[in-house]
């Protein structure tokens, strides 16, 4: 097959419902196609009916990869092509349908972000996998394109992490900490140390931003402080004492609100319409803080170029969605991490951020307000010490896509 009519598979991310999911997608496919003309994308999508209109948007392929399809028929689909392969006899035929780019993509990419850790048991884990089975059965190259991976210390997930890590064709670590547990869980496999992807996304065009901005009620040239929450923190803490998570962001807003003429601006990153996600946790923050005409809250937004261009004009950002944390930092503004996993402690570190990552076990109200002003009086130093070292990491990070037209190139 020529080099201008290959077909990348992605799968992993999801593009209805999480900004994330779309900067990743979206950042790889613009770097990729710059390597790789007429390079042709098909996702592989748990969410079909959310992420068809994004798909078709972009000239992408969609195939309905829904958990209970992976499982059945996915996984003898997955074992036929397996045995068959092994008997050398014709294999290709069993993939068909929604399971044929396994049979007829040049390379599976998968952008999950955090997989195979201990952080994700039992659930978490049977979906990391249930990607993968229906690849080592057709032998398409699997690439795990950067993202966290680690720790691996529970036995069960030692072992599964083992069997198909060790299978794939090329493996990019998000950071120097999931760098070293996979070496450590497969001596003498070479590990790429690589950014997130979505570090080289563009923002979206200033008077497009300008206007969502102008929509919310924020002044021409306003100042701000972006908070992005993440529902997932909110509940790790809510475990250990209740409210403590809003009740911190909305003391640390009030900090930020008492300096003359500067506003608050909330976004999330996650909507699902319910209960449970960012947007309720922007809500919650946005009426304790009701009193202020200097609060306000973004309505839901799909675009991570827009999110990105949002979060870029902010004096400093303060936030728990990784994601939320990629766009501002990427845009060169001083950031605090409230932390869930090692994954964000690596990521601040590429920028020389690290002392700027709160773990959510030690989080309290006055101790958030207390780093808030201490980001605040320091974000000048700290602007220009990430800035000083963003080429490098955006260019690293456009490196996934480099990597993956390397390998195709190469078969």
């Given amino acids: 097959m020529r080099k201008d009519n290959r077909e990348i598979v992605l799968c992993g991310a999801c593009m209805s419902g999480n900004i994330g999911g779309p900067a990743l997608y979206i950042s790889f496919a613009e770097e990729a196609q710059k390597h790789l003309p007429g390079v042709r994308f098909t996702v592989l999508s748990k969410y079909p009916q959310g992420d068809e209109a994004f798909c078709r948007e972009r000239g992408w392929e969609m195939k309905n990869m829904r958990t209970v399809r992976q499982l059945l028929p996915g996984v003898p689909i997955g074992l036929a092509g397996w045995l068959l392969r092994l008997m050398k006899l014709p294999y290709r035929w069993v993939f068909r349908g929604d399971f044929a780019p396994y049979a007829t993509g040049d390379v599976l990419v998968d952008m999950s972000g955090i997989s195979f850790t201990d952080y994700r048991p039992g659930l978490g884990l049977l979906i990391n996998c249930l990607w993968f089975v229906p690849a080592l059965g057709a032998g398409i190259p699997i690439v795990k394109a950067s993202q966290a991976m680690g720790p691996f210390e529970t036995g069960y997930i030692r072992r599964v992490s083992k069997f198909f890590l060790s299978r794939m064709r090329l493996l990019i670590a998000r950071g120097a900490a999931s760098e070293s547990y996979v070496k450590e869980l497969l001596p003498g496999r070479d590990v790429r140390q690589l950014p997130d992807s979505a570090f080289g996304l563009a923002p979206a065009e200033h008077a497009e931003v300008r206007a969502l901005l102008a929509r919310i009620g924020l002044p021409e040239d306003a100042r701000y402080c972006i908070l992005g929450p993440s529902h997932?923190?909110?509940?790790?803490?809510?475990?250990?004492?209740?409210?403590?998570?809003?009740?911190?962001?909305?003391?640390?807003?009030?900090?930020?609100?008492?300096?003359?003429?500067?506003?608050?601006?909330?976004?999330?990153?996650?909507?699902?319409?319910?209960?449970?996600?960012?947007?309720?946790?922007?809500?919650?923050?946005?009426?304790?803080?009701?009193?202020?005409?200097?609060?306000?809250?973004?309505?839901?937004?799909?675009?991570?170029?827009?999110?990105?261009?949002?979060?870029?004009?902010?004096?400093?950002?303060?936030?728990?969605?990784?994601?939320?944390?990629?766009?501002?930092?990427?845009?060169?503004?001083?950031?605090?991490?409230?932390?869930?996993?090692?994954k964000y402690h690596e990521m601040m570190r590429m920028v020389g951020q690290e002392d700027m990552v709160i773990s959510h076990e030690s989080m309290s109200r006055d101790g958030l307000a207390h780093s808030v002003a201490q980001l605040w009086e320091q974000r000048e130093v700290r602007r220009k010490a990430i800035g000083e070292r963003l080429p490098e990491v955006i260019g690293k990070a456009r490196m996934n896509a480099v990597l993956v037209a390397e390998l195709l190139g190469s078969l």
């Fill in 232 to 342: 997932i923190v909110n509940s790790y803490i809510d475990a250990s004492e209740r409210n403590l998570y809003v009740e911190s962001l909305v003391q640390a807003a009030k900090w930020v609100l008492e300096k003359e003429g500067i506003h608050v601006v909330l976004l999330s990153h996650e909507l699902k319409n319910d209960a449970e996600d960012d947007y309720a946790v922007c809500e919650a923050v946005a009426a304790a803080l009701a009193d202020s005409s200097r609060c306000h809250l973004v309505p839901p937004v799909s675009d991570p170029k827009l999110a990105k261009g949002i979060c870029a004009g902010a004096e400093i950002a303060v936030g728990s969605r990784f994601h939320f944390l990629v766009a501002t930092l990427s845009s060169g503004v001083p950031s605090l991490a409230i932390a869930w996993s090692h």
